[in-house]
């Protein structure tokens, strides 16, 4: 069975600092991955999506970066915080491009 | 840009009651997918509904897609407490993988 492990499972910064958020899946070789944020009772918003290792697009940008450093492994980073990146950051990964995505649990970034 | 959204802010029922969700949106698609997501927790789908099928079942929750029209419907019946959750669908485009998700609806069931 797949897995998908997020880290840190919450964070309190200060704006402009730095910030790393990382996502694992386990059991599953070449999975599509995705980030997506969520402001506190808002929809979701698609950040990054990733195909294979070393390739990622930016679907929204928020002065945000990701990278796909492993096959099984989705980082989410900036240097410099705004208040606005406060909220709910999910992965997610999926079969392919059309199909389901199965998202983790999830880090509650809280900036101020 | 797509937008897909829901149709209703916020639903209340009654345990055993059945309720319908709504969604439309604005542009073609090759799939709608419904996603129900618990306070606190990530979203998990519920049902996937490809833009050459009608109607799509699982378990006590039933999905339509009307393309002519574009929108889509998620019925429950039988509800249950555990149902309470923001109901999301959520836009298929092309082969990218780019989910967009509407602004959800809140559904509470009450016992």
């Known amino acids: 069975a797949q897995t998908i492990h997020q880290w840190p499972v919450a964070e309190i910064k200060a704006v402009g600092s730095p910030l790393s958020l990382g996502c694992t899946i386990k059991?599953?070789?070449?999975?599509?991955l995705y980030w997506y944020w969520q402001a506190t009772g808002g929809t979701l918003q698609q950040l990054f999506y990733?195909?294979?290792?070393?390739?990622v697009e930016s679907v929204v940008q928020l002065n945000l970066s990701a990278s796909r450093p492993k096959d099984d492994q989705f980082i989410l980073s900036t240097e410099k915080l705004l208040l606005s990146h406060s909220g709910f950051y999910l992965c997610?990964?999926?079969?392919?491009?059309?199909?389901?995505?199965?998202f983790g649990p999830g880090t509650r970034l809280l900036v101020l | 840009s797509q937008l897909a959204e829901e149709n209703s802010w916020a639903l209340s029922v009654h345990e055993g009651e059945s309720v319908t969700v709504n969604c439309s949106y604005k542009?073609?698609?090759?799939?709608l997918q419904w996603y129900r997501q618990k306070s606190g927790k990530g979203p998990a789908q519920l049902i996937l509904?490809?833009?050459?099928?009608r109607e799509k079942r699982n378990g006590r929750l039933r999905a339509t897609l009307d393309t002519s029209s574009q929108s889509s419907s998620l019925s429950i019946t039988a509800t249950r407490c555990e149902d309470t959750a923001v109901y999301f669908c959520?836009?298929?485009?092309?082969?990218?993988?780019?989910?967009?998700f509407g602004l959800g609806t809140t559904l509470q069931v009450q016992p």
């Open positions: 997610a990964w999926s079969w392919g491009d059309q199909d389901t995505q199965y």
């Open positions: 059991g599953k070789s070449s999975p599509n």
């Open positions: 509904i490809r833009s050459n099928e």
């Open positions: 990733s195909i294979t290792v070393g390739q």
């Open positions: 959520a836009t298929v485009t092309g082969n990218t993988g780019k989910l967009i």
């Open positions: 542009t073609s698609i090759t799939a």
